[in-house]
């Protein structure tokens, strides 16, 4: 059975719906990737903090931003 996206009417990719994401393509998809950040804490020491929420990968990209560290 072929889905199709509800916003479009395009039939969506099988391999999308066994993921779970059958209601619509890739274009009008509201999923967010994920997005990693790294800080160092001294010169050998590092972490990485991975953010799904999209305020919060944005608000951390401002602080790198007026940082100067992008």
Known sequence: MMNYCKVCHVA???KRVQLGYGDTCVEH???FKYVGF???SNKS???I???RDKETAEHMQHLLITRGVL
Do not use: K, T
């Open 12 to 14: 969506v990719p099988q």
């Open 29 to 31: 998809s509201n999923a």
């Open 38 to 40: 790294v800080a160092g």
């Open 45 to 47: 020491d590092y972490e």
């Open 49 to 51: 903090s991975i953010v």
